[in-house]
């Protein structure tokens, strides 16, 4: 069984500093991950992956997350937060290899103030 | 890229009435199309998978005599809840991936209110 979750349900942070959106899984085998953004009213886009390769994965918009092993863990990090930030997002798993049966956390919204 | 849409995006309906939602490949074919549920707050869950030309495949607690899903053609898949009732208010969003093992790529989803 696969299972991710998402550390906080909310996290503020102030225009031009540093992002940190935590998560963890568990899966029975070597698992892929994924972080999506949901704006307001819309579907989902793929920030990033990690699917087996380099274990520091970069994103769009400038966002990375380091896939750790030992800790199980895999939090998204961005340097300096923008305004369009603002969202939904969430950590994702799958078996490696596949994308089917995407297992979602249970999301983080992050919030930008001026 | 791979563009997928979803129409309509905002539906009103009263009770009893049935209501379709299209999900559309618009640059791309998808044998793969997966329908989501996802309620205020919360995360997305997987309702059904369907693979073009053949029958949906529900996931457990999903009713399949509620939720229609029809996968014809390679660009179009279409959910219909029918008789809705509004416990069935939801925001619905469909993904589309290019065959087993590909990335999904989501449409804008379809808020649904049933009154």
């Known amino acids: 069984a696969q299972s991710v979750t998402q550390l906080d349900s909310h996290v503020s942070v102030s225009e031009g500093t540093p992002v940190l959106l935590r998560c963890n899984y568990s899966?029975?085998?070597?698992?892929?991950l994924f972080w999506y953004v949901q704006h307001p009213n819309k579907g989902l886009q793929l920030l990033l992956k990690?699917?087996?390769?380099?274990?520091l994965v970069k994103g769009i918009n400038g966002f990375e997350a380091e896939f750790k092993k030992s800790e199980t863990s895999f939090h998204l990090t961005k340097p300096s937060a923008h305004m369009s930030d603002a969202a939904e997002y969430f950590c994702v798993v799958t078996p490696r290899g596949g994308f089917q049966k995407l297992v979602f956390g249970t999301g983080t919204r992050l919030l930008v103030s001026p | 890229g791979a563009v997928v849409s979803q129409h309509p995006s905002w539906v009103i309906c009263k009770s009893g009435t049935s209501v379709k939602i299209e999900c559309r490949s618009l640059d791309f074919q998808a044998t793969t199309m997966f329908w989501y549920r996802q309620f205020p707050k919360q995360s997305l869950m997987l309702m059904a998978t369907s693979n073009e030309g053949s029958k949906a495949t529900y996931e457990q607690g999903v009713e399949k005599d509620k939720f229609l899903i029809n996968h014809a053609s390679l660009t179009l898949s279409t959910l219909t809840v029918t008789s809705a009732h509004p416990e069935d208010s939801s925001f619905y969003i469909c993904s589309a991936s290019r065959q087993e093992g590909q990335p999904q790529h989501f449409g804008d989803g379809t808020r649904l209110s049933i009154l």
């Open positions: 899966s029975s085998y070597s698992p892929s």
């Open positions: 990690y699917t087996s390769a380099a274990t």
